[in-house]
Each structure stands twice: as C-alpha cells, then as structure tokens.
C-alpha cells in the first residue's frame, strides 16, 4: 500500500516545478546558514588578512601586470564585486587599471556571450578591463611550462602566464571529480590547454567513480594542485554560499591553505546525512544556470548515483536550455552506453567531451535514467538512452509502474553541490 504522497518543490531553469513524492525517504538540503550582512565588506575583510601569504597588496607592490582568473557563466559567483575589490588592492599597489586584465576560465565550455558575461560582472567591470577569452584548443593563445611529478603536462594561457601577478578567484563547491571546486580548478581545467586536460582528465588520474568532498587522496585534485603551483598562483579569492546562493564566506590567501579552509566551511554546509539509498532519486543541478546545458547538469547525476540503489532509478529534472552538449552526439552514436565506457578508458579525455560521456554512460549501466522538464527534445533524450518526461509527476509516474507502489524515493534538489553520505554504509 503506497504511503502518503509529500509535496516537493524541485528548481528547474529559473523557475521551480512542484511534484507529489509517494514513500518519500528525505529532501536532502543542506544546512540553513544566513549569509553575511555585507558581501562587500566581508570580501574586504577577507583581503585584508589573508591566509598563509601575505596581502595582496604587498605581493603586487612593485609589479608592472596583474591577470586575475574568473568564472565564466555556468559557474555563477559574485565576479564583479571580487573583481572590483581585487582591483582596488591592485590600485593601491600602484597598477593602473589599464595593467589588469581578465582571463575567463571556459575550460572547454563555449565562449560566453557580451550579455552573460554583463549580468555576471556589472557593466562598469566589462567596459572597465580587458577581457581575454580562454580557448584550450588554440595552440597560439597557450605556453606550456613542463610538465609536474606525475606527468602532466602545464600548459596555460600565455597571457595569464606572462602576468606578473596571478590571481585566481571562484566559488568553492562540492564537485564530482576534485572533491571541491575553487583553488586549483581555475588553473587546471580553468585555463588550461588540451594537452594539459589530456593527461589530467583522463584515467588514472579522474576517479572512476563520483568523489564529491574526496581531498586527501584524489588525483584529480592534487595532480591540478602540483600545475596550479607550477604556473606561479600568487593569491586566490574564493568565496562559499548557502541554499539560497549568498555569500557565507571569502577565503583569501595561499593557493592551498586559504582554499582548504574554504573547502571545510563549505563541508559544513553542503555535506548531508541520508538514512539510505532510494529506489528512486529525483535530482536537480540547482536550477539555471546550473542546468544550463546537460553537460553542467551531469553533476547532479554524480550525486545520485551516491544516493540511489544500484538498478534504481534517477530523474534528472534539468531545463538545459543550451541542449545536451558536445558529449550528446557521442551518446546517441554509442549502439550501447558500455561503448562510450571502452572508449574512454582507451582514449581518455579529448574536446569531444568523452569525459562527460563517459560519466553519463556510468549511471546507465547502473541506473535507469530519466529527464524530466527538459527542452532537449524527445527523441534526442532517448537517442542517449534517456528516458524522457514531459513533467516530473509523468516520471514519478512511470518509475511507481516499473518499481511497484511500494517504491521508495529520495529528492536532491540542489544535486550539483551536495555530498551525500549514507548512514548506513
């Protein structure tokens, strides 16, 4: 006998669905933590005593250039403000500001447009600097600069690598592959070139498996740790937000301890106790943007393929405006998800986003996977070997007739950044 269905709200895009959960095992959130009462004045303070260096304003006293690494619009932070704080340090080292200039970190993500890059940063930081788009794949826009103990090989921006100050800034998050994001990341993958994710994207150093909140140990992390200390990273600014996407904290400071100290603010935040795993996990990346494209929105599946039974069932609600990505065309030529499996672990990384396919073709094999209140067309989804919902009461629906009415579930719905952690296990 089903038990009482529970109303959930799930954000979808820039709005939020509503759905009737039967047998509703937990919403995993994380914890409820006020953001501070002023943004400005808690980057300031922040700056004004940094961990494990000394202030930026000394480091860049003297300097002729100064690069200052930031996000680009599928990793959402407060960019302009960091920027403008950054920069008034830089001011009163004595660099003008026609001697600082941004490098947007894309990875292998698409170029943002003027309009993104306006509503991230304000209209005064865009018509302010000079803005330089990464680009992994143009050998002439990247200087590489040896390779770490383990191999990989540093190639970088060539500007960012010119600067005389380096300064990186981000939002330090759970991520399926580094543990966290922030720090290392804006280097490796940030502004990185093909040659350097070839070796760091690829087995052995990915995880085979999701490692959201996995430092101490990860290759991922510590072989981007070694590149990002290799290119010289003078300063970072990381900040940590809550639910509601405002600002908890800012950690500056050294490359690695001012991002470990993030990083625990961060654990205590976002990582969540679940009494088990679910028949079913109904997941959300966060709403836009990020489920701006499928791509980003596989972070979301990381975290349910922690949290679902194995032969379970995971839907992926995701608007993904920008559709699936370059690893769909991978997807819907695979005659079956094992095929993308082989094909990364012969191949490795590439820019085709084998990686990505790679990861969505894990939680097949384990999982029935479907997406739910998604723009990505039908037919396009079950080419990828997605099922595919119109709405997320069709999916609830169809999961209750496949696992029987007495199907348990679990609702995530800010998937990207939780770590789950099951009680029993």
Same mark, same amino acid.
């Given at each position: 006998?089903r038990?009482?269905?529970?109303e959930?709200v799930v954000?979808?895009g820039?709005?939020?669905?509503k759905?009737?959960?039967? #047998?509703?095992?937990?919403v995993?959130?994380?914890?409820s933590?006020?953001g501070?009462?002023?943004?400005?004045?808690e980057?300031?303070?922040?700056l004004?005593?940094?961990?494990?260096s000394?202030t930026l304003?000394?480091?860049?006293r003297?300097?002729?250039?100064a690069?200052?690494? +930031?996000?680009d619009i599928?990793r959402?932070?407060?960019?302009?403000?960091?920027?403008?704080e950054?920069?008034?340090e830089?001011?009163?080292?004595?660099?003008?500001d026609?001697?600082?200039?941004?490098?947007?970190?894309y990875?292998?993500?698409?170029?943002?447009?003027?309009?993104?890059l306006?509503?991230m940063f304000?209209?005064a930081?865009?018509?302010?600097?000079r803005i +330089?788009?990464?680009c992994?794949g143009d050998?002439?826009?990247?200087v590489?600069l040896?390779?770490?103990?383990g191999? +990989?090989?540093v190639q970088?921006?060539?500007?960012? $690598?010119?600067a005389?100050?380096?300064?990186?800034?981000?939002?330090?998050?759970?991520h399926h592959?580094?543990?966290?994001s922030?720090?290392? /990341?804006?280097?490796v993958?940030?502004i990185?070139?093909?040659a350097c994710l070839?070796t760091h994207?690829?087995?052995?150093i990915?995880p085979?498996?999701p490692s959201m909140?996995?430092?101490?140990g990860?290759?991922?992390?510590?072989?981007?740790?070694d $590149?990002?200390?290799?290119?010289?990273?003078?300063f970072?600014?990381?900040?940590?937000? #809550?639910?509601?996407r405002?600002m908890?904290a800012?950690?500056?400071?050294?490359?690695a301890e001012a991002?470990?100290?993030g990083?625990?603010i961060?654990?205590s935040?976002?990582?969540?106790d679940?009494?088990?795993?679910?028949?079913?996990?109904?997941?959300?990346?966060?709403g836009?943007?990020?489920?701006?494209?499928l791509?980003?929105?596989?972070?979301?599946?990381?975290?349910?393929?922690?949290?679902?039974?194995?032969?379970g069932q995971?839907?992926?609600?995701?608007?993904?405006?920008?559709?699936?990505?370059?690893?769909?065309?991978?997807?819907?030529?695979a005659?079956?998800?094992e095929?993308?499996?082989e094909?990364?672990t012969r191949?490795?990384?590439? $820019?085709e986003?084998?990686a990505?396919?790679?990861?969505?073709?894990?939680?097949?094999? /384990?999982h029935?996977?479907?997406? $739910?209140?998604?723009?990505?067309p039908?037919?396009?989804?079950?080419?990828m070997?997605?099922?595919?919902?119109?709405?997320?009461e069709?999916g609830i629906q169809?999961a209750?007739?496949?696992?029987?009415?007495?199907?348990?579930?679990?609702?995530?719905?800010?998937a990207?950044?939780?770590i789950?952690?099951?009680?029993?296990?």
């Open positions: 006998m038990r009482e269905c529970t959930v954000p979808v820039k709005g939020h669905v759905a009737l959960v039967p #047998n509703l095992v937990a995993a959130k994380p914890k933590v006020p501070v009462p002023d943004e400005r004045e980057v300031r303070r922040a004004r005593n940094p961990i494990g000394g304003r000394e480091i860049a003297g300097k002729r250039t690069g200052i690494v +930031v996000n599928t959402p932070y407060p960019g302009g403000l960091l920027v403008e950054i920069a008034r830089l001011n009163e080292a004595g660099l003008e026609g001697k600082i200039f941004l490098v947007v970190a990875g292998i993500h698409r170029v943002n447009t003027d309009e993104e306006r509503s304000g209209d930081v865009v018509e302010r600097f +330089v788009h990464h992994a050998e002439e826009t990247l590489t040896g390779r770490t103990p191999g +990989v090989t970088i921006n060539r500007e960012f $690598a010119a005389e100050v380096k300064i990186t800034t981000g939002l330090i998050t759970p592959s580094a543990g966290f922030g720090g290392r /990341k804006s280097v993958p940030g990185s070139g093909l070839r994207h690829s087995f052995p990915r085979k498996d909140g996995w430092i101490s990860n290759p991922f992390h510590e072989h981007a740790l $590149a990002a200390r290799m290119v010289g990273i003078d970072i600014v990381n900040t940590v937000d #809550n639910v509601e405002e908890v800012t950690v500056a400071g050294d490359l991002h470990k100290v990083v625990e961060c654990r935040i976002w990582e969540v679940l009494p088990s795993r679910a028949d079913v996990v109904i997941v959300s990346p966060g836009y943007p990020r489920d701006f494209d791509h980003q929105s596989q972070k979301a599946c990381s975290c349910a393929e922690l949290a679902c039974r194995p032969g995971i839907i992926l609600c995701a608007e993904a405006p920008d559709g699936a990505g370059k690893f769909g065309k991978l997807l819907q030529e005659k079956h998800p095929e993308l499996v094909k990364y191949e490795g990384f590439t $820019a986003s084998t990505k396919a790679y990861m969505y073709a894990r939680a097949l094999l /384990k029935r996977l479907g997406l $739910a209140c998604s723009k990505v039908k037919d396009e989804a079950e080419r070997f997605m099922l595919s919902y119109a709405s997320l069709e169809d209750l007739a496949h696992y029987g009415e007495d199907a348990t579930f679990l609702v995530i719905p800010y990207s950044d939780i789950p952690v099951i009680h029993e296990e």
